[in-house]
């Protein structure tokens, strides 16, 4: 009885925490945010002391409660980050790397480069804090730099720990991040569900294209591929298995479906606001560069589906497994108007956090508009997600913390500079090997890592190689930003295929190779983009539109030569033709494109004829 006490006294102070943390957040955004060191070092300070209460290093009676090093992790993580806070006008009047820290800051600095890395740990594992110790290793063996400086750098200034990343964990991701929590509670997942059945569910391979809607509209919820999956998965996947879809191939279209909710507008993954950030622009122009690439990401999946569902013979959903579209809006379709007010506000040039919290605060009034959508909601259901939104938001807080433990470094070494140089020299001055560098670096740093800090990471090291061969910034950055989120579907460590192979109960390899070929524009488009920007939105109307329109026609040909079914079943020729088709439209030019619509049309005649003497 008195550890059952124990465990519920921790569980009511996270509870308190949790909600404390994610009231402050919507505070300061009304209030206007205090001084970096205070905001940010705020911002860890509750991430750091919920990671160490959820995350204990070993069970109490079989209780998984916090004990005393935990208490004490807590504590040390309260006492480094009031350091600078009491020592504030200490640290704005120091100047760094010129005045010796003292023995404090040192001691201080050392703690709070082992907690962080501690909290990394526990919450997303050792990647993370192994890379940020290699990269320590490299700044103390091979360069002269003194252990003084790396610790000034890191904990007394605001360009390690306390850098931009983590500024952008608390100024943009809690806020997002607790937007979905809040629809979340309301039903708001209920609705996306309904609403692609309504959709797509009668169609061809009906619900593998449910899926692709249903966990496509999730990326306003989750910014997470495993997340999504671990939601939509269980509805869709059996869904997909009983209509004939073998389990490996549902498995896939769930994995790839629920990975590119992280690059869907309006609402991306967290990589997304730290871009803009590093871009020095809004998160609404940064939407804008992904809208098109985002579509052409879900046309390949959903041509997938269909493709494959065509070729099978595999029928949609009967009508009564199906709502009526008119039905779900006239039901729950009032639940879009928080996403609404959010493109509305942000459109408008009201800030991204403005608009979040606009949106948050609609979710539960907009519930309580309908009787349908207000039954059972309490105000029990906003304390949960209050304290759920500060929950989902501690992987973000922690890898944007050690990360900037790396960046730091980078920073004070020049090792970016030394980086880039071996990749053009790698890359002998060419652009595709340099992206195809690139490019399996970002896969690998995402297999150990989440989006946000395996993204930061090639910012630092491999963005400027690319650029210095003629790619535009825009472009650079959500090449890196694509590559990173690209693990999360490509074996042998692929999270979201791994989530999703265990609901399918299908074999993990097959899952993988499957996601793979579904998901084969995500690893083509990237590419696109760089050497036709106008993708991006960048440049004039015309050329934007006709990039748009060679590009979907290039990716439908991918996805009909990969999964070998056009008007009909492909032939292997009719296989070539449409890849080699597709390849050709991959690079801007008039003859390449004239190229490949020339094979397209080719392999239409050819099946067309076909069913002629048939």
């Known amino acids: 009885m008195q550890n059952m006490s124990y465990a519920r006294a921790v569980a009511l102070l996270v509870g308190a925490i949790g909600a404390a943390m994610s009231l402050w957040h919507m505070w300061v955004i009304v209030a206007a945010p205090p001084e970096a060191l205070f905001f940010r070092g705020g911002h860890l300070m509750f991430a750091m002391v919920l990671v160490f209460l959820l995350y204990p290093l070993a069970a109490k009676n079989d209780a998984k409660t916090p004990g005393l090093l935990d208490w004490l992790c807590i504590a040390g993580s309260i006492v480094f980050i009031g350091y600078l806070w009491v020592n504030y006008r200490y640290l704005v009047n120091r100047i760094p790397y010129i005045d010796d820290p003292t023995g404090t800051d040192k001691a201080m600095a050392v703690l709070a480069i082992v907690l962080v890395m501690e909290a990394t740990r526990r919450v997303i594992g050792l990647a993370l804090p192994i890379t940020a110790m290699a990269f320590m290793g490299y700044c103390f063996v091979f360069t002269n730099i003194s252990v003084d400086a790396f610790l000034d750098q890191t904990y007394l200034t605001t360009e390690g720990i306390f850098g931009s990343t983590l500024g952008v964990s608390a100024a943009f991701v809690l806020i997002f991040v607790l937007f979905g929590s809040f629809m979340e509670r309301t039903g708001t997942g209920q609705l996306f569900m309904d609403f692609a059945l309504a959709l797509t569910g009668r169609q061809a391979g009906g619900p593998g294209k449910v899926s692709v809607v249903s966990s496509s509209l999730f990326g306003t919820i989750s910014g997470s591929a ?16 009983r209509s004939g879809f073998k ?24 990589a997304a606001f730290v871009m803009a950030e590093y871009l020095q622009t809004t998160y609404f122009q940064v939407t804008l560069w992904a809208l098109i690439p985002s579509f052409l990401y879900y046309v390949a999946c959903f041509g997938a589906v269909h493709f494959e569902a065509k070729r099978d013979g595999l029928k949609g959903l009967s009508a009564a497994e199906t709502p009526r579209l008119g039905d779900v809006m006239r039901a729950r379709g009032h639940l879009f108007i928080p996403v609404v007010a959010i493109l ?10 403005l608009a979040a919290l606009v949106g948050t605060l609609l979710c539960f009034p907009v519930a309580l ?18 304290i759920d939104g500060a929950k989902n938001a501690l992987s973000v807080a922690m890898a944007c913390a050690c990360a900037g433990i790396v960046i730091g470094v980078i920073a004070l070494t020049g090792i970016g500079i030394q980086f880039t140089q071996w990749v053009l020299i790698l890359a002998q001055n060419t652009l595709l090997l340099a992206l195809v560098v690139t490019a399996m670096a970002g896969i690998v740093l995402g297999m150990g890592m989440p989006t946000t800090p395996a993204y930061i990471i090639m910012v630092s090291l491999l963005v400027p190689a690319i650029m210095k061969l003629g790619v535009v910034e825009p472009a650079a950055h959500m090449f890196a930003f694509y590559f990173a989120i690209l693990s999360a579907i490509t074996p042998p460590v692929a999270l979201a295929v791994f989530a999703a192979a265990s609901l399918a109960k299908s074999d993990l390899w097959s899952s993988g190779w499957a996601a793979v070929k579904i998901g084969a524009a995500g690893f083509v488009v990237p590419f696109m983009f760089v050497y036709e920007p106008a993708l991006l939105m960048i440049g004039d109307w015309t050329d934007i539109v006709r990039a748009f329109v060679m590009a979907s026609l290039g990716i439908a040909m991918l996805a009909g030569g990969l999964h070998g079914f056009f008007l009909r079943r492909c032939t292997t020729l009719e296989k070539v033709l449409l890849l080699t088709g597709a390849a050709c439209v991959v690079y801007p030019s008039l003859a390449t494109d004239l190229a490949g619509l020339g094979l397209g049309a080719a392999v239409l005649l050819m099946q067309r004829l076909r069913a002629a003497e048939a």
Not at 344 to 353: E, I
């Open 226 to 241: 495993v997340a999504n999956v671990m939601v939509d998965g269980p509805i869709t996947i059996p869904l997909m298995k």
């Open 247 to 270: 389990p490996h191939f549902a498995a896939g279209i769930e994995a790839v479906a629920s990975t590119g909710g992280q690059i869907m507008p309006p609402i991306m993954g967290a």
């Open 344 to 353: 509305v506000m942000m459109f408008s040039g009201y800030s991204s956090p």
């Open 369 to 386: 508009m309908r009787k349908n959508t207000r039954e059972g909601i309490t105000w029990w259901h906003v304390l949960d997600a209050l």
